[in-house]
């Protein structure tokens, strides 16, 4: 199975820009398919982007055009690109790992995998 630890979260202004990673060990991030969600006190995890096995990738329509997923092989990692801030971005950011071969996946039940999470506040 694969470990996953996020990390690059923080507070920042509304329009600045953070990069979030996930480092993988234990299997090859090549081996899934990644995504991102995040969650808020009270509320479902909410995807947010996703890359497939083959590295096609798509984005919730809240973060598309300012946040871009990427994958790493050689680095066994990935990463969340994440610019343009807002306020309501602000949540705990999760890493997860997915063991199908069939395009992104967009549920949280899909995913096998999780990290622990990162928080990231953005203030206005």
């Known amino acids: 199975q694969v470990q996953l630890v996020e990390s690059g979260g923080g507070l920042v202004q509304a329009g600045d820009s953070l990069r979030l990673s996930c480092a993988a060990s234990g299997r090859a991030v090549s081996l899934y398919a990644m995504g991102w969600f995040r969650q808020t006190p009270g509320k479902d995890r909410e995807f947010v982007a996703g890359?497939?096995?083959?590295?096609?990738?798509a984005y919730a329509d809240s973060v598309k055009g300012r946040f871009t997923g990427s994958k790493d092989n050689a680095k066994n990692a990935v990463y969340l690109q994440m610019n343009s801030l807002k306020p309501e971005d602000t949540a705990t950011y999760y890493c997860?790992?997915?063991?199908?071969?069939?395009?992104?996946?967009?549920?949280?039940?899909?995913?096998?995998?999780w990290g622990r999470g990162t928080q990231v506040t953005v203030s206005s």
């Open positions: 997860a790992a997915s063991q199908s071969r069939f395009g992104v996946r967009f549920r949280a039940d899909e995913y096998m995998y």
């Open positions: 890359i497939s096995w083959s590295g096609s990738t």
